[in-house]
C-alpha cells in the first residue's frame, strides 16, 4: 500500500476565479425526467468532435453541438430487452471499430455492455460477463477498439469491440474489495490502467505480461466464448489517497487526477522506489476544490488536450480548473439560476470552449466560451 511521502505539502488552489475565460448558457435541454448520468463528446474520430452522447433510464441520445449554441438530435437508441429487467445506463464512451466505424458503448444497471453502431444506429454486439451494474467504460485512445469497463461487481474488464472478446479480468487476490466506480487509460503507456472505488483506493494495473493475448484478440476467428481470457490478479500499485469512496480517476501524464466525496480533486504521482519493487510513495502535488461536492457519482471532465478540467456539484454549479499550473488556477465558476440539480458528469470540447453538463432532472446546459483566453 503506498504511502504519503513526507515533506511535500500540497498546493491548494484558492476558489477565487482568474476570470481567464467567461462562459454563458447558449442552450438548455429537457431529455425527460430521469437521471442523465454521463455525457461525452467523441474524441475517437476527428470527423465527429462535435458529436456528443448521452446516457439516461434506458436511452442512448447523439446529439451534435451546432453554432450559435445550438444542439441538433443525431439519433437516438432505446433498449428494450424485455427479459432483462428494465436498463438503466450509467455510462458510455465512443469508440470504433478497426475499419473506423464510429461505436458507442454504453451500460449500466444490468451489467451488459451494448454496442451502438452510430452508422446503421443498431446493436453491433452485446457483452456478457460482469457480474452486476457496470459505473464507467472507458476507451483507450491508442486503441479506440479496445475498452475498459468498471463494474459493481468489484471487478475491470477488457474487452475488444471489433471482436466481442472479454481480452482480461483484473480482479482476484489483489483486486479491489467493493465496487469499482471508475477506470482510465494512460495516455501514452498502452499497458497500464487506473482503477479507483468504493474500497478508498486507487490501484495502477499493468497489461504488459499479457499483451499477447491482447494482440491475439484481434486476429481471433473462432467464437469469443472459447478465447482465453486471462485474469490480473495483482496490481502493480495501490494507494489510498482519499478516506472515502472514490469515484473517478483520470491520468493527467504520469500523473493521476482522483476525486472522492470530500470536495476536492487531487493530483498526486505515484511512486515506485526501484530497489524495493515492493515499497511505494505517493506525493500529493495539487488540490483543486470542488465545494458541495459531497455526494458519490459524479464525475468530471477534461479538454483534449488536458488544459482544463471541468466538474460538477449537488448545487448544479460548475468548477473550470485549469491543470497545466501550479498553484491550480480557478478559470471559471458557472451558474444559472434555474441549474439546481446535482450534475453526475460534464464534457468538454476538443479545445475546451464549450462545457456540456448532464443532471439528475434530465436536463442538459451548454455553456460557451464568451471570449478567447
Not at 428494465?86 to 469508440?95: G, I, K
Not at 505515484?270 to 458519490?296: F, M, N
Not at 473550470?320 to 450534475?343: G, M, N, T
Request: glycine content about 6%.
Amino acid at each position: 500500500m503506498a504511502k504519503t511521502a513526507l515533506g511535500c505539502e500540497p498546493v491548494v488552489g484558492s476558489l477565487t476565479p482568474s476570470k481567464k475565460r467567461e462562459y454563458r448558457v447558449t442552450n438548455r435541454l429537457q431529455e425527460g425526467k430521469r437521471p442523465i448520468y454521463a455525457v461525452a463528446f467523441n474524441f475517437v474520430d476527428a470527423r465527429y468532435y462535435n458529436v456528443f452522447a448521452t446516457v439516461g433510464g434506458n436511452r442512448v441520445t447523439v446529439y451534435q453541438c451546432l453554432e450559435g449554441g445550438l444542439i441538433a438530435v443525431l439519433q437516438s437508441y432505446i433498449d428494450d430487452d424485455v427479459i432483462q429487467k428494465e436498463e438503466s445506463f450509467y455510462t458510455l464512451s465512443w469508440a470504433c471499430n478497426i475499419d473506423g466505424a464510429p461505436f458507442l458503448v454504453a451500460g449500466g444497471i444490468n451489467g451488459i455492455i451494448r454496442v451502438i453502431d452510430a452508422g446503421t444506429e443498431k446493436i453491433h454486439k452485446s457483452f456478457v460477463g460482469h457480474g452486476d451494474s457496470i459505473n464507467e467504460i472507458r476507451t483507450q485512445a491508442l486503441k479506440p477498439s479496445l475498452v475498459i469497463s468498471a463494474s459493481k461487481d468489484e471487478s475491470v474488464r477488457l474487452w475488444n469491440v471489433h471482436t466481442g472478446i472479454c481480452i482480461l479480468i483484473f480482479s482476484g487476490a489483489g483486486g479491489h474489495r467493493n465496487e469499482v466506480l471508475s477506470v482510465d487509460f494512460h495516455p501514452s503507456d498502452i499497458y497500464r490502467i487506473a482503477s479507483c472505488g468504493m474500497d478508498n483506493t486507487v490501484k495502477i494495473w499493468s497489461m504488459k505480461e499479457f499483451w499477447t493475448y491482447v494482440e491475439k484478440s484481434f486476429t481471433w476467428t473462432d467464437l469469443p466464448s472459447k478465447f482465453p481470457t486471462k485474469y490480473v490478479q495483482f496490481p502493480v500499485f495501490i494507494a489510498s489517497v482519499h478516506s472515502n469512496y472514490v469515484d473517478c480517476n483520470r491520468w493527467l501524464g504520469d500523473f493521476i487526477l482522483s476525486k472522492s466525496v470530500d470536495n476536492e480533486i487531487v493530483l498526486w504521482e505515484p511512486k515506485t522506489k526501484e530497489q524495493s519493487p515492493g515499497e511505494c510513495a505517493v506525493d500529493i502535488l495539487q488540490k483543486y476544490p470542488v465545494p458541495e461536492c459531497d455526494i458519490w457519482f459524479i464525475k468530471f471532465s477534461c479538454d483534449f488536450h488536458y488544459n482544463a478540467a471541468a466538474i460538477g456539484n449537488r448545487e448544479g454549479k460548475v468548477y473550470v480548473w485549469e491543470l497545466q499550473s501550479s498553484p491550480p488556477v480557478l478559470i471559471a465558476r458557472l451558474s444559472h439560476i434555474q441549474s439546481k440539480s446535482p450534475i453526475r458528469q460534464t464534457a468538454m470540447s476538443f479545445d475546451g470552449s464549450t462545457i456540456l453538463s448532464c443532471c439528475e432532472d434530465g436536463t442538459i446546459w451548454r455553456w460557451d466560451a464568451t471570449a478567447v483566453p
